[in-house]
């Protein structure tokens, strides 16, 4: 990550996906803007989740700028290291 603003994030998910809830309320919680992109509703970004994924409509995958990296189905944990990736000010978890 270069000097400057963060990365964008979109965010392709479902409604219905526990992934994408923890996902979506870690974004939130941590004040970080993001674009959520419901696959079910839109055909031509379901496609895109299959290219990305081999296949599968895994979600959520959260992309990450203009597909400078992106991941799929991340834990917090996960999710937390790629928005530092991003250029995002995320503390280190403490004792939670």
């Given at each position: 990550?270069?000097?400057?603003?963060?990365?964008?994030i979109?965010?392709?998910?479902?409604?219905?996906?526990?992934?994408s809830?923890l996902?979506?309320?870690?974004?939130r919680?941590l004040?970080i803007?993001?674009?959520?992109?419901n696959?079910?509703?839109?055909?031509e970004?379901?496609?895109?989740?299959e290219?990305?994924?081999?296949?599968?409509?895994?979600?959520p995958?959260?992309?990450?700028g203009?597909?400078a990296?992106?991941?799929?189905e991340?834990?917090?944990?996960?999710?937390?290291?790629?928005l530092?990736?991003?250029g995002?000010?995320?503390p280190?978890?403490?004792?939670?």
């Amino acid at each position: 990550m270069t000097g400057g603003q963060p990365l964008p994030i979109r965010m392709y998910a479902r409604p219905d996906c526990e992934d994408s809830e923890l996902a979506r309320n870690r974004l939130r919680e941590l004040g970080i803007p993001f674009i959520e992109i419901n696959i079910e509703e839109d055909e031509e970004a379901a496609q895109y989740v299959e290219r990305l994924n081999r296949g599968f409509r895994s979600t959520p995958t959260i992309v990450f700028g203009k597909e400078a990296f992106y991941i799929v189905e991340p834990t917090v944990e996960q999710l937390d290291e790629a928005l530092r990736r991003a250029g995002y000010p995320i503390p280190a978890h403490a004792d939670s």
